[in-house]
T-cell receptor, first 113, second 114 residues
């Protein structure tokens, strides 16, 4: 089966611009998660979807971040406007059931300059 | 406040020897612990886990030990192989409704020299 796919793999944008990251989970996985790793720090939870509903978005840094999951399939994470501190690697993961045994994508490396 | 700590940023061992990666946690509500392995330009890959009701879990060359009283866990790799060279993340999860949310440490870069 295909794994979790993230696009783009890299993105370099200027401060103040908008960037949209996309995640395609494993087919049939209702649960989708976003995490972020800022340089030199730990991987941190951002939010959790069950199908198209946000179950927990307690890790979202601020209202410049907007996550959506259209029809319970793929998800997008939009950063608008981007700030320098948003630079990092954004990971998406998915699972069939709500548990911690989920599969991560390769991540999107976002650089804000 | 970091709840999961990996105090060694890096570790270097010789092929065939034992690798021991350590992890400490502060939140006593954590009841499930995992180790993930990450190669460059890839996402974390699940390696092994342990429930708080156990003190040891073994899977082939990998063994995880949990000392609840010390809030400490460790990952042993025996024998170490060059392909084990990667960043290893310790992660923890709470029980019940928050069991989906992982709290990670900063990772330890393991280098296994041939």
């Amino acid at each position: 089966e295909a794994g979790v796919t993230q696009f783009p793999s890299h993105s370099v944008i200027e401060k103040g611009q908008t960037v949209t990251l996309r995640c395609d989970p494993i087919s049939g996985h209702d649960n989708l998660y976003w995490y972020r790793r800022v340089m030199g720090k730990e991987i941190k939870f951002l939010l959790h979807f069950v199908k198209e509903s946000k179950q927990d978005e307690s890790g979202m840094p601020n209202n410049r971040f907007l996550a959506e999951r259209t029809g319970g399939t793929y998800s997008t994470l939009k950063v608008q406007p981007a700030e320098l501190e948003d630079s990092g690697v954004y990971f998406c993961a998915s699972s069939q059931q709500v548990n911690y045994g989920y599969t991560f994508g390769s991540g999107t490396r976002l650089t804000v300059v | 406040d970091q709840q999961v700590k990996q105090n060694s940023p890096s570790l270097s061992v010789q092929e065939g020897r034992i690798s021991i990666l350590n992890c400490d946690y502060t939140n006593s509500m954590f009841d499930y612990f995992l180790w993930y392995k990450k190669y460059p330009a890839e996402g974390p890959t699940f390696l092994i886990s342990i429930s708080s009701i156990k003190d040891k879990n073994e899977d082939g060359r990998f063994t995880v030990f949990l000392n609840k009283s010390a809030k400490h866990l460790s990952l042993h790799i025996v024998p170490s192989q060059p392909g084990d060279s990667a960043v290893y993340f310790c992660a923890a999860s709470g029980s019940g409704g928050s069991n989906y949310k992982l709290t990670f440490g900063k990772g330890t870069l393991l280098t296994v020299n041939p």
